[in-house]
Structures are given as C-alpha cells and as structure tokens.
C-alpha cells in the first residue's frame, strides 16, 4: 500500500506541475482530499479560457507491460466499484511515473467504448495489505495501450 501511494504522489505532483506550466493552463486546484471530490472520484481541477474540467490521476509503475489497468472492482471485500466505471471525471490522466509517459483519455468516450469492449480484455486481480493483517482485492481488466489509443477517439499522449 505503501508503494501504491508513493506512486500516486509522484503522478500527482509531476501531473500538477506539467499542468501548470502549459500556456492555456490558468489555474490547477488539487480536490483528492476533499470529500465531495473523493466521492465522485476526481483529483484535479483545471481552469482554462475554454472552462473548467475534472480530472482523475492514475500513477502507474508498471509501464513495460503496455497495458492500461481499467479498475472495474475497487474493494472486491466491500463490493465497491473501480474508479473507471464511477468517476465523475471529464479525462482520465493515466501516467507511468518510471518511463513519465501520460496519457490522457476523455473519460465518457473511453468508457462507452469499454462497455462494449470490456469481455475482449483478461481480467486480473491484486491485493493490497493493510494494516491490521488483512487485505483487500481490486479487480480491473488490462487494457492494450495502443489498441485503446487508436479505438478511443480523443486519446493524447505526451511524454513529460
């Protein structure tokens, strides 16, 4: 779990100053730790002169594997759902802090495609250890970066 947030914290900070510093960028506001925004799963908030937009950031370590990881179950224990079928989040910053490869997918198209793609991806599950001894399982299906890139219209890539 430890590694997890590590993870999560480099892509945070790496995303927000990269954000920051693009010409039409006028403001970032980090919201992961405000209860209305965990709700509905959204971490940044970008104003620029078009409006302002709902981001979700998902740190990834595992960038040799050219897959995305879609989380479908977040804590299969509790029965909650992956941030990827709940966010409330206009895109889905998906970046791998080792090799700093973002991409960034508009959340409604990707998840429309998904939906009607999800049976053609292997599932897989991971446990996370906690600390009283016991653990929890997400679940989420994998997710060829290339063939997401080209079947979802509006998919970026930049490399920071």
């Known amino acids: 779990m430890v590694e997890g947030l590590r993870v999560t914290a480099i892509a945070m900070e790496e995303i927000q100053s990269w954000l920051g510093a693009r010409p039409k960028t006028l403001t970032v506001r980090d919201v992961s ?3 209305e925004y965990q709700r509905i799963d959204v971490d940044l908030l970008v104003t620029t002169p078009t409006g302002e937009f709902k981001l979700e950031i998902k740190g990834d370590r595992w960038d040799g594997t050219g897959n995305f990881f ?8 509790k029965g909650t759902p992956g941030c990827f079928l709940y966010t409330q989040a206009d895109f889905l910053l998906y970046y791998f802090v080792k090799s700093r490869e973002l991409y960034i997918l508009p959340m409604r198209a990707a ?3 998904f939906a009607i793609h999800e049976q053609r991806f292997p599932e897989r599950a991971t446990t996370t250890p906690l600390a009283n001894g016991r653990h929890y399982t997400t679940v989420g299906r994998l997710v060829p970066i290339k063939q ?5 219209a509006g998919v970026a890539f930049f490399q920071l």
Do not use: L, Y
């Open 33 to 35: 730790s405000e209860h």
């Open 148 to 152: 997401a890139a080209q079947e979802i």
């Open 111 to 113: 998840r429309h495609w």
């Open 70 to 77: 879609f989380e479908t179950v977040s804590n299969r224990e």
